[in-house]
């Protein structure tokens, strides 16, 4: 079965650390790899999509992810967090023509100052 | 151009009433989709409809209906609601070239 992890229910950093959100897929065929941000009481935004090519991928608001086939994983990377990341963030994957597409849990960021 | 808008974004029901969610969207995109948000589980795909004429069940589809519209439209109906289906329910829309999703703002619903 098509499935999504994220592993980190609640993650804090200090501001100007770096960070790293961790997203592990089970799928029968090449995903399609997304992250998404939830500010409170908002929808999702986007930050970055992987369809193909380079692994590794960039994204708004300074935020990185790298697909690694082989560990069936997308992590999201940001170098030096600001407190206006504070949010939920959610790993998301779909396949080419079945636009299916099913999400992790999420993972609350909370950014110390 | 108000991208994906749902209607309401409140609602208070007893056990057993009906009600529709409604879902627009005005970009052109040919796959909408329902989602359901609750604490601790992210969001569950309920149905989606690749495109106009189309819909398909997702990973919990049981006390829901749908109906999709024309292009623009894809609505949500609860026929007997239970406390169960007390959540935040969004609506998306992907227009299939891209693979993003675009999300309305989420409605409150809330089942006594």
């Known amino acids: 079965a098509q499935s999504v992890t994220q592993p980190d229910i609640h993650i804090t950093v200090s501001e100007g650390a770096s960070l790293e959100l961790r997203c592990n897929y089970s799928?029968?065929?090449?995903?399609?790899l997304f992250w998404y941000v939830q500010s409170p009481g908002q929808g999702l935004q986007l930050l970055l999509k992987y369809f193909s090519g380079d692994t590794l991928v960039q994204g708004i608001k300074g935020f990185e992810a790298e697909f690694k086939r082989s560990q069936s994983s997308f992590n999201l990377r940001k170098p030096s967090v600001h407190w206006s990341d504070a949010a939920e963030y959610f790993c998301?994957?779909?396949?080419?023509?079945?636009?299916?597409?099913?999400f992790g849990t999420g993972t609350r960021l909370k950014v110390l100052a | 151009n108000a991208g994906v808008t749902q209607t309401p974004k409140f609602q208070v029901l007893k056990t057993g009433q009906s009600m529709t969610l409604q879902c627009a969207q005005d970009m052109n995109h040919n796959s909408m989709y329902w989602y359901r948000q609750d604490p601790g589980m992210g969001l569950r795909l309920i149905y989606y409809s690749a495109s106009e004429g189309t819909t398909d069940k997702g990973e919990v589809p049981n006390g829901y209906n749908v109906s999709r519209l024309n292009k623009r439209e894809f609505s949500l109906r609860l026929e007997s609601a239970a406390p169960s289906q007390t959540s935040v329910y969004f609506c998306a829309s992907n227009p299939q070239i891209t693979g993003e999703l675009f999300f309305g703002e989420g409605s409150r619903l809330t089942v006594l």
């Open positions: 799928y029968g065929a090449t995903p399609y």
């Open positions: 998301a994957v779909g396949t080419q023509g079945t636009y299916k597409y099913i």
